[in-house]
Structure formats: structure tokens, C-alpha cells
């Protein structure tokens, strides 16, 4: 299997179910966005130091294998779910909970791994501000998409 698959060369690529869509839809920037933020995350992942860490990084970047998926299939049955965000939900105020409260900002930096879940969290937020536009239907190749 090939890394290329040279059917993209005329500015457009094939989604996940065989739809040939522009290159800079806005779809395909939704699901390009994510995939940017595994790539956050394995640069964390690869730096963190705490086995536990290393675990919960390597969980988000598959569920974000699924999302991208979600994204290139719209109208097909998602492979998140409810369920899921709120597993991820619950952890995160479970984490949270063993933190000390934050009296300021931070700044990041102190570690590599902590640089780059930093980095991360920026992409994220991104990739989100892609969704919502996505999701409001300012493109042409997706009209319609629910978000919850």
C-alpha cells in the first residue's frame, strides 16, 4: 500500500465514502485540522515521560482516527458517540480533581510533552472553530451536519 495515491493531483480528493469533493472544502479542512492534532498528540505522547500519560494521549489519537472519519463519512451511522464524549468528559474532571486550582495562567513550556499538548489543545480549539462552520453550512460540499 501506497502512502499516495495520486488521484488528488487535480485539486480534489475522494472522501471516506467515495465522494470526490474540492480540496479546501470545508470538510475536508475539518478532517485535515484533526488529523493535525493526532499529530499534536503523537509528538506528546512521544515525549511524555508518565506511562499513564503516554496511555491517554495514545486513546484521544484513536478516537480522533474515528472522528476524521466521522467528518469524511457525514450521513453515515458516526463512529463516536454520546457515550464517548462523556467518557472523555468524566475524565477530564477527574484529572482536574487531582489538580491544584489554577490561580493564573499558565504558561507552557516547562516540558516537551507539556509543549506539545499545548499545542494540541491550540489545534483542537481550532478544529472545532472548523466544525461549527462546518456545521452552520458554509460550504459546498456539505450542507448539512449535526453536531452535538
Do not use: H, W
Not at 21 to 37: A, M, N
Amino acid at each position: 500500500m501506497s502512502v499516495t495515491t495520486k488521484t488528488g493531483d487535480k485539486g480534489q480528493t475522494s472522501l471516506y465514502t467515495g465522494e470526490r469533493v474540492d480540496k479546501d472544502c470545508q470538510r475536508v479542512e475539518t478532517y485535515g485540522t484533526i488529523d493535525e492534532l493526532g499529530s499534536a498528540l503523537a509528538m506528546a505522547r512521544a515525549f511524555a515521560e508518565k506511562a499513564e500519560v503516554r496511555e491517554r494521549i495514545l486513546k484521544l489519537q484513536q478516537l480522533l482516527s474515528q472522528l476524521m472519519a466521522d467528518f469524511a463519512s457525514c450521513g453515515q451511522q458516526p463512529y463516536i458517540t454520546a457515550e464517548m464524549v462523556l467518557a472523555i468528559e468524566q475524565e477530564i474532571a477527574a484529572v482536574e480533581g487531582r489538580l491544584p486550582a489554577l490561580t493564573r495562567f499558565l504558561v507552557p513550556g516547562d516540558t516537551k510533552a507539556g509543549a506539545m499538548l499545548d499545542m494540541a489543545r491550540s489545534t483542537a480549539r481550532r478544529a472545532e472553530r472548523c466544525a461549527c462552520r462546518l456545521s452552520r453550512g458554509n460550504d459546498d460540499c456539505l450542507r448539512v451536519i449535526v453536531c452535538s
